[in-house]
């Protein structure tokens, strides 16, 4: 099994500092665990990630911190299965055996979330719990401030273009400074135009049985959107059915399907066909001859291979994103349209060139203490000074993993809390501000006061006077402002990606770019959660308006908020066709507005024309 465990960490890029030693200790998670050596492998890789390490070597001295990590995912999976079972931690270890009364213990600062919630959370961005280094023994060496105790706000902690010189990685703005910004700041006084692209599911939209009908269908028409776009292309042949016994290569087209309930491995990866093509069958699909790919279950891909058994199609060339020449933008319902070029019109924005000034939160915007929203709060003051043309912001908002909304202590109802915490300071900004403020919220799956079923339709709000200013779109959504389309959407895909992906020398080379590379997944896939069957929590149903989740235009920016680690990429998506211009796109993670007791992220970005000539910050609250 060592030999497994070696050829596994080669695959995804992982070189073995002390092989023999590190090889030893793997085998025996393995026995002790019950784990094969892809999910050992794939559980590193989240390790890797979480914990921010560098080089692509797999460190004998990171063992015990990846230990620690190991039992941390067994304890959760055995929560999940028995929800009232009790795990003692060792403080109750230590409270038992002192004969102590665990109110008599001082507490410290931290996130009040239950045992079950704190293993998971630290497998991701570990900035929830802790300000400092994690050791090996899995233990911070500095925990979070409480959000009230802060001594330095609105830290950047990322920059591209243009930025004053960093130390550590970080600088400090004068709140009253002006001179101090980060950010050349677009003429505030120019009220942006707004179109939102697409309103499924309506406003009102419930819950609906999501029948096995209605999911056929639904991947029975991506598989075949992507098949016309294959060979429309004129670069593949016409897709055939790749379960018929066949000595020659071919060109077919199927969803990535894995044959249990485990996690998808190599050796049990299945390619579903169209009806069209095959009545919608399975064959196993055989990876081993291909040099690179990245796969993971509900990803549409295209396969040269050949089948000579007629039960294992042997795979030779992966293709797994649809050609940009056959991804033209939607055209516009002409109305939309109109309304569109009357608005540029009277902004004189016509001819222009495009240009933005945003901020981008996502939720939760309250820390785990309290329900005062001291977050937004700051938010919208640090809005106040610097004019952005654009605030967008991203669910929760009334979160229903708060530990008060959890335990039903508030005395409000859920809308009670959205109208005064929310709305009612989001109309004063915009009174403050004048009528050139724009504001978009997008929900989360998470809001208490709102349909959780996903995908979701827009908040119902109609504040008074200042609806041309305050407005909600589905999750995910569409719009386009002074002509830069922006994509959304709230449900962490990113992090269900990450646990559900496998790859071989994936495209760019390092592990440390996973996260570009799981955007590309979403762009590539034309798609906001590519993913099936859909991540545990995720309470989808396709019979909501199924295109609602196609990307259906390349967008200048993508907002995929995420638990994990934040960050702005530039990406580049390949041109229309030969001798045009390469494409890009602008993928933006804020991070959490708040995380635990203390202040999370949130991001301010300029953009001038094209993604190649943005100012942008992540900014610490």
């Not at 390490?53 to 230990?67: C, P, Y």
């Not at 016994?245 to 969803?255: C, E, L, P, R, Y």
Request: aromatic letters at 8%; hydrophobic letters at 35%; proline letters at 6%.
């Amino acid at each position: 099994m060592e030999d497994e465990i070696k050829a596994e960490f080669s695959k995804v890029g992982f070189a073995l500092d002390d092989e023999e030693e590190i090889l030893k200790k793997c085998l025996t998670f393995c026995i002790n665990y019950n784990l094969k050596p892809c999910d050992i492998v794939s559980s590193w890789e989240v390790y890797y990630l979480n914990r921010q390490l560098n080089g692509s070597t797999v460190q004998n001295a990171e063992m015990d911190g990846f230990l620690l990590h190991l039992q941390d995912e067994q304890k959760e999976a055995i929560i999940k299965e028995e929800p009232g079972l009790h795990i003692y931690s060792s403080k109750d270890v230590d409270m038992i055996l002192n004969d102590e009364d665990g109110d008599e213990k001082e507490e410290v600062p931290g996130t009040p979330t239950r045992n079950s919630q704190d293993s998971y959370s630290e497998q991701f961005d570990s900035t929830p719990q802790t300000n400092g280094k994690i050791f090996s023994s899995g233990k911070p060496s500095k925990l979070i401030t409480p959000f009230g105790q802060r001594t330095q706000k609105f830290v950047v902690k990322f920059s591209i273009n243009s930025m004053p010189n960093m130390e550590n990685g970080e600088t400090e703005l004068d709140p009253e400074n002006n001179e101090d910004d980060v950010i050349r700041k677009i003429q505030p006084g120019r009220r942006c135009s707004l179109i939102v692209h697409g309103s499924k599911p309506g406003t009102g939209c419930r819950f609906m049985y999501d029948r096995i009908e209605d999911r056929f269908n639904a991947l029975e028409s991506r598989i075949r959107k992507y098949a016309v776009a294959f060979t429309s292309s004129k670069l593949y042949e016409e897709p055939v059915d790749p379960t018929v016994s066949s000595q020659k290569s071919i060109f077919t087209v199927g969803m990535i399907c894995c044959d249990g309930e485990g996690h998808l491995n190599e050796k049990s990866t299945l390619l579903q066909s169209s009806v069209e093509h095959s009545g919608g069958q399975r064959v196993r699909l055989e990876l081993q001859n291909l040099n690179q790919f990245s796969i993971f279950p509900g990803q549409v891909v295209g396969i040269e291979g050949h089948n000579p058994s007629g039960h294992c199609l042997i795979a030779s060339k992966f293709v797994d994103s649809i050609p940009l020449s056959d991804m033209a933008d939607v055209d516009l319902h002409p109305t939309k349209k109109q309304a569109l070029e009357k608005e540029i019109q009277s902004n004189g924005l016509s001819g222009l060139q495009a240009e933005l000034s945003v901020i981008i939160a996502s939720g939760p915007f309250t820390t785990t203490d309290n329900l005062s929203f001291e977050p937004l709060v700051e938010l919208l003051a640090y809005a106040n000074r610097k004019l952005p043309q654009l605030l967008i912001l991203l669910g929760p908002f009334v979160d229903s993993e708060h530990p008060e909304i959890e335990k039903g202590s508030t005395n409000r109802s859920f809308d009670e809390i959205f109208h005064f915490e929310i709305l009612k300071r989001l109309q004063d900004y915009a009174e403050y501000m004048g009528s050139h403020a724009r504001v978009i919220l997008v929900p989360s799956i998470r809001d208490a006061n709102h349909d959780f079923v996903f995908p979701q339709p827009a908040f119902d709000i109609q504040p008074p006077d200042l609806k041309h200013q305050i407005t909600s779109i589905t999750n995910p959504g569409i719009l386009e402002a002074n002509q830069v389309k922006i994509a959304c959407c709230s449900v962490d895909v990113l992090k269900h990606l990450s646990g559900e992906e496998i790859s071989r020398n994936p495209k760019g080379g390092a592990p440390s770019d996973r996260m570009g590379r799981l955007v590309n997944h979403i762009l590539g896939q034309r798609s906001f959660y590519p993913l099936y069957p859909p991540a545990e929590g995720v309470p989808f149903d396709s019979s909501l308006a199924p295109e609602a989740l196609e990307i259906s235009m390349i967008p200048d920016i993508l907002i995929v908020p995420s638990d994990m680690k934040y960050f702005v990429k530039v990406l580049p998506l390949g041109g229309r066709g030969e001798g045009e211009e390469q494409m890009k796109c602008i993928c933006v993670n804020p991070g959490r507005l708040s995380k635990g007791e203390g202040g999370g992220t949130f991001v301010e970005l300029n953009y001038y024309g094209n993604p190649d000539t943005i100012n942008t910050s992540i900014l610490g609250i």
